[in-house]
Nanobody, 128 residues
């Protein structure tokens, strides 16, 4: 089992930036591919950014391309999501996700069904 805990959410104004963190514990000796998803009430959970276990392959959702960066710190078993130029439409509950050893191929890595492990989520609210 892998346990994921997110942090870093909060309220920010339009145009601002934030960094979310997600730390994995448990069976972290596995090769974990990890990612960030987000969801607003009444909508599907959307893939925001995902990374392969070696941090070399990354995919971003169209809505955040150019504004988001995902990164891995293997020493800390932590994945980060740095976002800038935030918009009100970025308001959502952000979830960290992980799977082992693969998370699909190509842009399919952004599909929620590719991930077995999920965090509880951290709220991000962007005010205009």
């Amino acid at each position: 089992q892998v346990h994921l805990v997110e942090s870093g959410g909060g309220s920010v104004q339009t145009g601002g930036s934030l960094r979310l963190s997600c730390t994995a514990s448990g069976d972290v000796y596995r090769d974990l591919c990890m990612g960030w998803f987000r969801q607003v009430p009444g909508k599907e959970r959307e893939g925001v950014a995902v990374t392969s276990s070696d941090g070399q392959t990354k995919y971003y959702g169209d809505s955040v391309k150019g504004r988001a960066t995902i990164s891995l710190d293997h020493a800390k078993n932590t994945v980060y999501l740095q976002m800038h130029s935030l918009k009100p439409e970025d308001t959502a509950l952000y979830y960290c996700a992980a799977n082992s050893p693969l998370c699909g191929y190509g842009s399919g890595r952004l599909l929620r069904e590719k991930y077995k492990y999920w965090g509880q989520g951290t709220q991000v609210t962007v005010s205009s």
